[in-house]
């Protein structure tokens, strides 16, 4: 017991100790912006009594922090201008070059990578993430241009295939060089090797995510299979 209350009267004292440092650390904050005062004249002071330093919070208010969501809202919009930027700046130089629509030359790339280079209409329509009704017109403008041939399917009577002709490769032949140096100019020569690679991952992430829940239109061309 006489132990117990010994190691009381020591912790005792050494929080009255620590107690009294703490107070005369802010009497003398305290003093050194409104006059002398006492320890024992603390006691009795309000906020109000104190001096402006010492009621500011130390704390940073919420409204000068990052808010994450407008940032986010800037990444998405950001994202978007130089996507309509670019596409523009590809338009330009597919009509120019080529007399062709963006979406028409990205139906001749398709072909030109597909086997044989053969497609359906619903199958590129998938790929390009575009309405089969608007896809029917720019293939009719292809066919019409002979860059490529509609068939019926020999798989499925309720289907067409898509064929890319001589004339259509060598269209493309001939513009795509030029394309690649617009693309290049505009937006790889502005980015070093580590900066296109962490694009290009970085983009294929949310495009994977989009693709596996596609749009409502490109859900429909599923369907119809």
């Not at 002398?36 to 603390?42: G, P, R, S």
């Not at 066919?143 to 064929?163: G, H, K, Y």
Request: net charge positive; with cysteine.
């Amino acid at each position: 017991m006489a132990t117990g209350s010994a190691n009381g009267r020591f912790a005792r004292k050494v929080f009255q100790e620590m107690t009294e440092r703490h107070t005369r650390r802010i009497a003398d904050r305290f003093n050194g912006t409104a006059g002398e005062v006492t320890a024992e004249q603390l006691i009795t002071l309000t906020p109000a009594d104190l001096p402006m330093p010492m009621r500011q919070s130390p704390i940073e208010p919420a409204a000068s922090m990052p808010d994450p969501a407008a940032e986010q809202m800037c990444a998405y919009s950001t994202l978007m201008e130089t996507s309509s930027l670019l596409q523009h700046a590809v338009e330009q130089q597919l009509r120019r070059d080529a007399g062709l629509t963006y979406i028409q030359f990205q139906i001749l790339a398709a072909l030109d990578t597909a086997p044989g280079g053969q497609m359906r209409p619903t199958d590129i329509a998938e790929r390009l993430v575009y309405s089969l009704s608007a896809m029917s017109y720019q293939n009719t403008q292809l066919v019409n241009a002979n860059l490529i041939t509609r068939t019926p399917s020999t798989e499925d009577q309720r289907s067409t295939t898509l064929t890319l002709t001589d004339k259509g490769k060598a269209l493309l032949k001939r513009v795509r060089p030029g394309h690649i140096e617009m693309v290049r100019r505009t937006l790889l020569d502005i980015l070093d090797g580590q900066e296109t690679a962490t694009l290009a991952s970085l983009l294929g992430r949310v495009r994977d995510q989009l693709r596996t829940a596609p749009p409502c239109g490109v859900r429909k061309l599923r369907q119809r299979r």
